[in-house]
């Protein structure tokens, strides 16, 4: 049985339902798995609205390794 979650953010997330292109889908599930990009779908999620977030405030962080 997996750890419960602990720490200042346990229990203070918010849960939510979208729905998504089955392209999209896809291609984050193809990067979601131990060793990949992503941890979770959920992961993905949170790292692209932060992403969206930074780029909407004018603090685009590049994530690729050019």
Same mark, same amino acid.
Do not use: N
């Given at each position: 049985?997996?750890?419960? *979650?602990?720490?200042?953010?346990? %229990?203070?997330?918010? %849960?939510?339902?979208?729905?998504?292109?089955?392209?999209?889908? +896809?291609?984050?599930?193809?990067?979601? %798995? *131990?060793?990949? +990009?992503?941890?979770?779908?959920?992961?993905?999620?949170? @790292?692209?609205?932060?992403?969206?977030?930074?780029?909407?405030?004018?603090?685009?962080? @590049?994530?690729?390794?050019?």
């Amino acid at each position: 049985m997996p750890r419960r *979650a602990t720490g200042p953010a346990h %229990g203070k997330k918010i %849960g939510t339902s979208v729905t998504i292109d089955p392209g999209l889908y +896809q291609w984050v599930m193809e990067h979601v %798995g *131990a060793g990949k +990009q992503f941890s979770s779908l959920s992961h993905a999620c949170e @790292r692209g609205f932060a992403l969206l977030r930074e780029h909407e405030e004018g603090k685009w962080a @590049r994530t690729d390794k050019k």
